[in-house]
């Protein structure tokens, strides 16, 4: 089982927002077993805090990306 670390939490936070992968991908990727990243996010208050907050960031920037191509397309844009 992988060690609980902020360098391993800012790895994953980073991953988060990036919107790349799934939850899974990411446990593949920092080598932490999806159950274990579960565990964590269940007993570590401030890593579910990170973990909400950066999927929050992730979902504000693809909803402004959503507008921005949506506007582009209104006005002729292609």
Sequence with gaps: ???YNQ??????IYLIEQDL???TEICRIVKVNRKTFYEWRNTKPE??????EAMERRDDMLLSLARISLKQKLEGYS
């Excluded at 890593?47 to 909400?52: A, I, S």
């Design 7 to 12: 360098k391993l939490v800012e790895r994953i």
């Design 21 to 23: 992968y799934t939850i």
């Design 1 to 3: 089982m992988a060690k």
């Design 47 to 52: 890593f579910r805090k990170e973990v909400d």
